[in-house]
């Protein structure tokens, strides 16, 4: 066990470490200080790999999947109160409902279906997450989101006709494709469409997003090391 417990990443310093390369990857960007959100990606961490996390004062969270934070997050919610969820992974529709109970933020909102699935479960919790539209970017048949040609028409259906609070957008650029043109197109669709947040950047890419103007970045293997 002693040996295990030397081999585990120090997440509350490699969360420190994070936070410091944003810091500065804000203002070389001349951004405004805190102008730049990390989420912990915490998925597939136990609650207890998370807990030093919380411990060192970061609050907010990003999960794949329902069940799994259905499984860890109510527990360590009831210690920290004030930490934030995000759901940064692909949502079934059957299950809009308790992603609406359990997370503050969902940023995978990718076809009419699951919008529709949405504002019908915050009407019946009475609660509404920020919401984020998901954008394929590279238009990979693999992936989630929206195609760009059809994501102008998506924004509007669900802000007019569905009331949803649609806050900003979300992108997964192609792994062997050059980051920063995803980042910029994304940025653009925002422009035009009046969203102030993006979501975009993980662990290989995050300084180039925050460049691109990422509000959000979502940050897992450099935290927690490699997934289990």
């Known amino acids: 066990m002693a040996a ?33 959100t990390l989420v912990a990606v915490a998925k597939t961490q136990s609650a207890e790999r998370i807990r030093p996390t919380l411990e060192a004062g970061h609050r907010i969270f990003g999960e794949n999947r329902v069940q799994e934070a259905e499984g860890k997050w109510p527990g360590l919610k009831a210690d920290y109160p ?3 969820l995000h759901l940064i992974g692909p949502l079934q529709s059957n299950k809009a409902r308790p992603a609406v109970r359990l997370f503050d933020v969902i940023e995978t909102v990718d076809r009419p279906k699951l919008a529709g699935a949405l504002a019908q479960a915050m009407e019946k919790e009475g609660r509404r997450p920020d919401v984020f539209v998901q954008v394929n970017t590279g238009e990979e048949e693999q992936k989630h989101g929206i195609p760009p ?3 102008d028409a998506f924004i509007r259906a669900c802000i007019e006709d569905l009331l949803l609070p649609v806050k900003g957008l979300m992108c997964i650029p192609p792994i062997d494709e050059e980051p920063s043109l995803h980042f910029a197109l994304l940025r ?10 993006l979501s975009m950047g993980m662990t290989a890419d995050y300084p180039i997003a925050v460049r691109f103007g990422a509000t959000i970045v979502r940050v897992g293997t450099a935290i927690f090391g490699a997934r289990p």
């Open 4 to 36: 295990q417990e030397i081999d585990q990443p120090d997440v509350a310093a490699n969360l420190a470490t994070v936070k410091a390369e944003i810091a500065a990857e804000t203002e070389a960007a001349g951004r405004p200080a805190g102008s730049v």
């Open 82 to 84: 004030d930490a934030r």
């Open 149 to 151: 040609g059809e994501v």
């Open 188 to 197: 653009e669709i925002a422009r035009r469409n009046g969203l102030d947040e």
